[in-house]
């Protein structure tokens, strides 16, 4: 196995992990959604979160089957590729965002010295995606509405870094 270098076994094993760890958030998700779902259904009395199943967990199940089954609307006026990009930059981000997350100290996809700065970088491209599906629906109130919800995690997000350069400054974390 000549071809089997150091260096693709470095590669192969960062693929491995950020494919565990994508999968560990994406699964976390989904059990978070679970407990939302069932919480609320607590509180209102509803039959589906709580009653499908085994303590409600088909719900998750139907959940998934009525997303699949979900049509992808576009509208008539919209610029289609920006409108069908933006969801998948907010979900890369997102999930770019988890790679400097360690798990254990040795399983880290990318470990940074910028750690925190790239999360704040990687939750506020996630902007970007609000404003391109706001613009591209080419309506003035989507457009205003995209604007106001940025600004709105934008301003979020400056008390969010003084909060984490807080901490990390206290547990020498930086």
Same mark, same amino acid.
């Given at each position: ?29 989904? #059990? ?10 607590? #509180? ?12 409600? !967990? ?5 959940? @998934?089957?009525? @997303?699949?089954?979900?049509? +992808?609307?576009?509208?008539? #006026? /919209? +610029? ?7 969801? @998948?930059?907010?979900?890369? !981000? ?9 798990? !254990? ?12 700065? #790239? ?8 902007? =970007? ?6 613009? !591209?629906?080419?309506?003035?109130? /989507? ?12 301003? =979020? ?18």
């Amino acid at each position: 196995m000549s071809w089997l270098t150091p260096d693709l076994i470095d590669i192969l094993l960062s693929i491995l992990k950020a494919v565990v760890i994508l999968l560990v958030v994406v699964t976390c998700g989904a #059990f978070m959604s679970f407990g939302e779902r069932r919480l609320l259904g607590l #509180f209102q009395n509803r039959y589906g979160p709580n009653r499908v199943g085994w303590g409600g !967990s088909l719900q998750l199940v139907a959940d @998934m089957i009525k @997303m699949f089954f979900k049509e +992808d609307w576009i509208p008539r #006026f /919209s +610029d289609r590729v920006i409108f069908t990009l933006a969801p @998948m930059i907010a979900f890369t !981000s997102l999930l770019l965002a988890f790679a400097i997350v360690p798990v !254990s100290p040795t399983w880290v996809v990318a470990d940074l010295n910028i750690g925190i700065l #790239f999360f704040l970088m990687m939750a506020g491209l996630a902007v =970007y995606a609000v404003l391109f599906a706001g613009w !591209s629906s080419n309506n003035k109130y /989507s457009l205003l509405g995209a604007m106001r919800a940025s600004a709105q995690t934008l301003s =979020y997000e400056v008390f969010l870094g003084l909060s984490l350069m807080g901490v990390g400054g206290a547990g020498r974390f930086i």
